[in-house]
Each structure stands twice: as C-alpha cells, then as structure tokens.
C-alpha cells in the first residue's frame, strides 16, 4: 500500500513527495496530466482530476494514507470534500489534510472558511488525520522580491499585529513526519490538529528593516491600504482570488497569525531541527547566505 499525495506538483506538494521518497516510502503523486513534472526515483504517477468521481475511486483503490492540499480555487470545498467521502468510502484511516491557520475565525475570507468545513467534516466524520494549520508562507515572498529589490518597497500589507511566517520547507517537513507516522501506525491514530508557525513574529516595518539589513539599502514598508493590494492584484490576476487576497491581509492585519505558547518547541521536536528564520529566508533569496 502506498501513500497519496493530492497537490503534489505545488510548492508544499512538491517538497512533501520528495521528502517521503526520500524516506523509502511508496509514493504516489495526483495529477491530472501524466508527465507534466519530473518526480524523484520511485514515485509514480497518478491521472486523476477531484472533481471526477471515477478517476478519484480509481486513483483512491490501493492507497493506504492520503495527503490532501487543495489549491485556492472557486470549488476548493467541493474538492476537498468529496475526495474524503471517496477517502472514506475507500477504507483509508490515515490521513494528513493542509488547512490554514485561524480558519475559524478569518470567517469572511473564502478559503479560510472552506478549509474550516473541511475541518469540520473530519471532525465530524472523526476522521483519523492529522489537521495541519500553517501560517503565512514565507515563500509567498518571492512573488514580491522583484519589487522589494527594484524600488525599495515591502508591498504586503501585513500591518503590525504580528505574522509568525513559516518557511515551506518546515511546513513538508512536518507533513512528511505525520504521514510516515500515521503510515507506519499498526493502526489508525487519533485525530490532531498542528498550528504550524515560524520562530519569529514579524510586522510589515519588522520586515522591511530585514530586507533593508541584508540588501544594504533602504526598503520602507508600503502600508495597510489593502484596497490598492487587490487593485495590484487584479491587474495579473482573476478578480475573485484577488478579493480573496484583500480580505485575509484585512484579517492579519486585525488578529495577525500568531500561535499558541508551546508550538515552537513542538513543532521543532518534530521535525528534529530547528525552524528556519526569515532573516536566513532572505538572504537565501538574495544569494547572500
């Protein structure tokens, strides 16, 4: 029996299949065209599509544990659920699902609340899995560098009530623990919820004063107008994500994404390392590390 990685050609996806493989376990990669990305050695392919019920209980079949990560898309919800109806259906007993922090109380954001029914429904359904809750990637940084380095300015409106960002790679990481875990459990586990977060809490100032620190330069923070960030947005970009975007920096800026006492130390006995800091992220960015 093998282990399923839906989301696997994505960043989080990516970094979870080859860290399995590197592990030795049987792994089997979603997508839904063959030969589209190189996978490590030993990693298989599998053509399938979430919202295709057949293909799902095909790809499903022989599969023993299930990572799901759903991408940010408009029928995000409907993916995520009928793929674990199917998980269900099929036997599968562990399972490791990507959610996002604070999605209970980000309720007027659209992604963050369809993470919450599905979190609603493994609790409901008492499935046994592993709820993942990262924060702010710091990967979603590189979509803004080039702006950073040209013009001086930290464009993300992530205001000052304090963003534990983590790095990507810690998020696999922990991932690819619980899935080996639950994997190699002689039986299904209970059901656990993580918060994963990085070791620092940073601010749209705390942030720019890194990038100034590491590029020589001075770069500003570019403030809370969240109203212009969706503007930017929706010039590159569908309107619907782009509004999606403006109301969670809306919700960091009110409550930030911070987690509890404790989960630092948690997360670091985990994955056997210490978190990565963004300071380390930036300077890996801009090749000064």
Do not use: C
Not at 68 to 81: C, F, K, R
Not at 189 to 210: M, Y
């Amino acid at each position: 029996m093998s282990i399923l990685v839906i989301g696997a050609t994505g960043t989080i996806g990516s970094l979870v299949t080859q860290g399995l493989a590197n592990a030795g376990a049987e792994v089997k990669a979603l997508v839904r065209q063959a030969g589209k990305r190189e996978f490590a050695a030993g990693v298989s392919e599998v053509v399938a599509d979430l919202t295709d019920v057949a293909s799902m209980r095909q790809a499903l079949a022989s599969v023993r544990t299930l990572f799901l990560l759903n991408a940010v898309t408009p029928d995000e919800v409907t993916q995520a659920l009928i793929t674990l109806n199917l998980a269900q259906e099929a036997g599968i007993e562990r399972i490791v699902y990507l959610s996002v922090i604070h999605a209970d109380k980000f309720t007027n954001v659209p992604h963050f609340t369809g993470k919450y029914t599905v979190e609603r429904m493994i609790e409901s359904l008492d499935l046994p899995a592993t709820i993942l809750r990262p924060a702010y990637f710091m990967q979603n940084e590189l979509m803004v560098r080039q702006t950073i380095q040209d013009y001086g300015v930290y464009p993300m409106p992530i205001g000052s009530a304090g963003v534990a960002m983590i790095d990507a790679r810690d998020i696999a990481d922990v991932a690819v623990a619980q899935l080996l875990q639950r994997d190699r459990a002689p039986a299904a586990q209970e059901r656990v919820t993580l918060e994963l977060v990085g070791p620092q809490v940073l601010t749209g100032e705390s942030v720019a004063k890194i990038w100034s620190a590491v590029l020589g330069r001075e770069v500003v923070y570019g403030g809370d107008d969240v109203a212009a960030f969706e503007g930017q947005l929706a010039a590159y970009g569908p309107a619907w994500l782009a509004y999606d975007m403006r109301l969670m920096m809306a919700g960091i800026q009110r409550y930030g994404m911070q987690a509890g006492a404790g989960s630092v130390e948690r997360i670091e006995a985990l994955i056997g390392h210490p978190l990565r800091r963004y300071e380390d992220f930036v300077r890996e960015v801009v090749g000064k590390n």
